[in-house]
């Protein structure tokens, strides 16, 4: 078994491995952090086989893992153990802070690693059925803002606490792309399959619910043929209203997990980034 960077060349297979396991990996971003974090993407090689993996992206100051994931007919041999303190070791010399989205089965394992949970997350899917609303090309207008990126700064820093500019902007470049902003908010959506859409990141000032609403709407509006789903913080009860008022439904829940204390503002989070 050998442990290596992963390679642009994986990319199809990683796909393929998260769907055998069922977590949502989607090829533009797992490209675009090999691209900004090349050193923190790690393979299990057998023989050539591209057989599990664990990627990170790392910010000014803190670190996402992402894609922990070995295939099925590999697991319970170590291999996830392996590439866990790989990547861990590596993180933990470069950054203060380090989280994640934990499998509640995996709640254990991270915590005997020195990880917390902050707070439970929620996939949240409509499948169609959305009630009534109005919205017209005058409210279409008033999403399109033209300060995408000073918006972006400035509120994901006071969510996040420091500065993740870069690799947002580039994860919000895609040709599916939909971006929203208001005064106090900023919206991306994108298409990630022939029926889904995922929604995030999606991030308004806290007390601002109604700016919040408007863009429910506008990406109900547009997306509205195809299956819309979002990761959502459980624990904010007005991003959770918002969600079941426009009839999503939760199918799915993982644990926003960190090392090294929690500095992230959750009331601020309408959905978290893929």
Known sequence: MFIGWLKFADVSELVKIADTVGWLADGYHIKLMMMHSPHLCYGAYEDGKLVGAIMSIGFSETAQMKYFMVRPEYQKKGI???????????????????????????????????????????????????PPFNFTNAHAKELDGGNFESAISVIDHETFGENRLDFLMDEMERTSSLKFTLPNAFQHSSVVNARHVYLGPWQVREGHEDEAEKMMK????????????????????????????????????????????????????YAFSL
């Open 218 to 269: 506008g990406v109900l509006y547009f997306r509205g043929l195809k299956k819309v789903f979002a990761d959502v913080p459980l624990g904010v009860k007005p991003v959770v209203d918002l969600y079941e008022k426009y009839h999503f439904k939760q199918q799915q829940k993982f644990v926003h997990m960190s090392k090294g204390g929690n500095t992230i503002k959750f009331e601020n989070i």
């Open 80 to 130: 996830g153990t392996r590439l866990f303190k790989t990547l861990l070791t590596v993180l933990e010399n470069d950054f203060r802070k380090i989280y994640l989205h934990a499998n509640p089965d995996l709640v254990p394992f991270f915590e005997a690693h020195g990880f917390e949970s902050n707070i439970e997350v929620g996939r949240f899917i409509n499948v169609g059925k959305v």
